[in-house]
Structures are given as structure tokens and as C-alpha cells.
């Protein structure tokens, strides 16, 4: 997919989520699947490759049994200690990323080649956390920023139970929100609800059934 652009045969645009984290990514991604487009999910597929045994073998041959929950299977949590905190965390995180990311790789493009395939389809959409470090944004038509204030962001984050260590820890992970916002072509407000939120998309969608800026 690498330097590739995905637009579909019969005009289907593929649009990439980008935003900082707790900004509500995966919302608009739900919202725009309820409006009629078809979501890649990079995070199910994340969860998909956590249950491949070959990389559970990986990860437990270099962590130990510390990361497996009660019912042996990955303990999600377990793991995002080990890839966003402590001294070697960004040396971690590469090499779970090296496991995880091929695999979610091939599965958006079968996603992407069954979207192409589709004359009725008129909006598929990418929900990648990573879509830029990743490299998956060369498979995108448009780029869509999700433009949240930093304090509304930290309490969205706080809801899910996390410390203000835990989600500078994320960010500091991921590409700064001047560079993504800087590489979308589009910028949806998500700052007040989720009904304001779905009346601007659908509002940028318009009768066409395709984003607008």
C-alpha cells in the first residue's frame, strides 16, 4: 500500500482519522459508519493480532507470563504498561509495533481492495491511531483532523481511568497534533457532544455522501 493512493474505481473516497489522543477518533469514525460508510478499525485488528498464538508466543518469550490475564490470553493493560511507561517504553512499543503492524496492514488492504470493488460505496474510512507513523496514510483520498481543546481532550481520558502520566505517556508516542493537523485536508470540531458532533458531519457530507471541506 506504501505510496499508494486508494481512491475507488467507482469514486469511493478513503478518508483517515487523525487527531490527538481522547480527541474522539473512533467516535467519528462510528458516527460516519452510521451514515453509510464502511470503517477499517486498526485498534479490532490490533486485538485480533494480540490473539494470534505465534505473536502471544513473542511477546511472552520477551515479557514473561506477567502480561497474560487469568484466562491466558494477553493482558491489554499489562502490555500498554510495558510500551508507554519506563525507561525502555519506546523500545517496546517498536518492537510490539514490528509484530502487530504487518498483520493490521494486511487486513486493510483486503479492506480497502473490497471497498474498490464496490459501485455503491461512496466513503470508506481509516480509524488508525498510528495513521501517520504507520505509513498508512498513503492509502487515504483525504486526511480528516479531530480538533479537540487539550483540557476537554485530558477529561475524556480521565473518564477512561487513566493518569495524567498515561496519556502524555500516548501522546508523546504519537506524531505532534501540529503535524497531523498540518497533513489534513479536512478538520472536523469534536469539543461539545455527540449530537454536535454528528450535525457537522453530516453537515460536511452533504447530499454527496462524501466529506467536504
Same mark, same amino acid.
Given at each position: 500500500?506504501?505510496?499508494?493512493?486508494?481512491?475507488?474505481?467507482?469514486?469511493?473516497?478513503?478518508?483517515?482519522?487523525?487527531?490527538?489522543?481522547?480527541?474522539?477518533?473512533?467516535?467519528?469514525?462510528?458516527?460516519?459508519?452510521?451514515?453509510?460508510?464502511?470503517?477499517?478499525?486498526?485498534?479490532?485488528?490490533?486485538?485480533?493480532?494480540?490473539?494470534?498464538?505465534?505473536?502471544?508466543?513473542?511477546?511472552?518469550?520477551?515479557?514473561?507470563?506477567?502480561?497474560?490475564?487469568?484466562?491466558?490470553?494477553?493482558?491489554?493493560? $499489562?502490555? =500498554?504498561?510495558? #510500551?508507554?511507561?519506563?525507561?525502555?517504553? /519506546?523500545?517496546? @512499543?517498536?518492537?510490539?509495533? &514490528?509484530?502487530?503492524?504487518?498483520?493490521?496492514?494486511?487486513?486493510?488492504?483486503?479492506?480497502?481492495?473490497?471497498?474498490?470493488?464496490?459501485?455503491?460505496?461512496?466513503?470508506?474510512?481509516?480509524?488508525?491511531?498510528?495513521?501517520?507513523?504507520?505509513?498508512?496514510?498513503?492509502?487515504?483520498?483525504?486526511?480528516?483532523?479531530?480538533?479537540?481543546?487539550?483540557?476537554?481532550?485530558?477529561?475524556?481520558?480521565?473518564?477512561?481511568?487513566?493518569?495524567?502520566?498515561?496519556?502524555?505517556?500516548?501522546?508523546?508516542?504519537?506524531?505532534?497534533?501540529?503535524?497531523?493537523? $498540518?497533513? =489534513?485536508?479536512? #478538520?472536523?470540531?469534536?469539543?461539545?457532544? /455527540?449530537?454536535? @458532533?454528528?450535525?457537522?458531519? &453530516?453537515?460536511?457530507?452533504?447530499?454527496?455522501?462524501?466529506?467536504?471541506?
Amino acid at each position: 500500500m506504501a505510496g499508494e493512493k486508494a481512491r475507488g474505481r467507482a469514486g469511493t473516497i478513503v478518508v483517515g482519522i487523525l487527531g490527538g489522543v481522547g480527541s474522539g477518533k473512533s467516535l467519528v469514525a462510528e458516527q460516519l459508519r452510521q451514515m453509510g460508510a464502511e470503517v477499517f478499525s486498526a485498534d479490532e485488528a490490533g486485538h485480533r493480532a494480540l490473539d494470534d498464538p505465534a505473536i502471544t508466543g513473542e511477546l511472552v518469550a520477551r515479557w514473561g507470563d506477567t502480561i497474560l490475564a487469568a484466562d491466558g490470553r494477553l493482558d491489554r493493560q $499489562a502490555i =500498554a504498561e510495558r #510500551v508507554f511507561q519506563g525507561p525502555d517504553a /519506546e523500545r517496546e @512499543l517498536e518492537f510490539l509495533e &514490528q509484530l502487530t503492524h504487518p498483520r493490521i496492514g494486511r487486513e486493510m488492504k483486503v479492506f480497502l481492495d473490497q471497498v474498490r470493488q464496490r459501485d455503491d460505496l461512496r466513503l470508506a474510512v481509516i480509524d488508525a491511531a498510528l495513521l501517520l507513523e504507520a505509513g498508512w496514510d498513503t492509502a487515504c483520498d483525504e486526511l480528516l483532523f479531530v480538533a479537540v481543546d487539550d483540557e476537554i481532550r485530558w477529561k475524556r481520558c480521565q473518564q477512561r481511568g487513566w493518569s495524567r502520566q498515561q496519556w502524555e505517556a500516548r501522546e508523546a508516542s504519537q506524531q505532534s497534533l501540529d503535524e497531523k493537523r $498540518a497533513r =489534513a485536508s479536512l #478538520v472536523i470540531d469534536n469539543n461539545s457532544d /455527540e449530537t454536535a @458532533l454528528r450535525s457537522r458531519l &453530516q453537515e460536511k457530507l452533504g447530499e454527496t455522501g462524501k466529506l467536504d471541506s
